[in-house]
């Protein structure tokens, strides 16, 4: 054994290890979505379906998870977008306002959800946002582009100015510098940031209970309204799932990378 695997292999079991007291408390929630009581009680003594029978035939569960997934794929487009052209042009500014403004951009992360969720309601009330899709679109837009401008930015850092140069030379225009040269940089801070900007929407809660309306329920709204009305083993079943969809998202792009650098690792080598 090397000295860099004697560095690691600590490094790696007390990343494993604080990964699972992070994760563990919150896969309790799976079993117990699984429970043929009407209460929660751990471990549980019978196995039955009942409650995702009750959540994918109940028309306000249904409604609430189709709400959250269509404002969470508007939100992750255009937050990234906003994003992206944000990191870049702040990479444009001068050091002194690019951190003035870097840091004023990421206000939504710093500032408390429930101080945001009482100053937007505000606001909406006087513009008649409040309660509309349009409403807790904006509003998760604004919260999930610091989520966006973190990944790019770091991934501009990788960005060699003068392949832009060197393409600027050769007549490549403004859009055709940042489609060949910049954008396959870019990618997998762009995705990453798209993923960040969807799951950010899709787990919101507190500024979406505020904006709510009868008709326009987020998932996690109907989860924290449910759960305080009455105890309903459904909310374990939505949990798991949102939960399940939450980790496929962040891990399907990774684990593609991953076959992609692998795939690209054995045409090298067969090569050499």
Known sequence: MN????????????????ALLLVAPTLVVIPLSFTDKRSFAFPIEGWSLQWYEN??????????????????????????AAGTLAALGI?????????VTQVAIML???VPGIVAAIAIFGMYLRWGLAGSPLGIALAHIALAIPFVIIPVGTALRGLDETLVRAAAVLGAGPLARFAQVQFPILLPGIVTG????????????????????????????QMYSSVTVETDPSIAAASTLLLVLSTLIILIPRLVQVVHERRAEKRLGDVA
């Open 108 to 110: 939504p992360i710093l």
């Open 91 to 99: 990479r444009g500014l001068r050091a002194r306002l690019a951190a």
């Open 3 to 18: 000295e860099r695997t004697r560095i690691r292999l600590p490094l790696r079991l007390w990343a494993g290890v604080a």
């Open 55 to 80: 959540f994918f035939t109940d028309s306000r569960w249904l409604n609430s998870l189709g709400t959250s997934l269509g404002l969470a794929l508007i939100v992750g487009v255009v937050a990234t």
């Open 194 to 221: 798209f993923i960040f900007a969807f799951v950010t929407s899709l787990d919101e809660v507190v500024v979406a209970y505020f904006l709510q309306s009868p008709t326009v329920r987020t998932l996690p709204v």
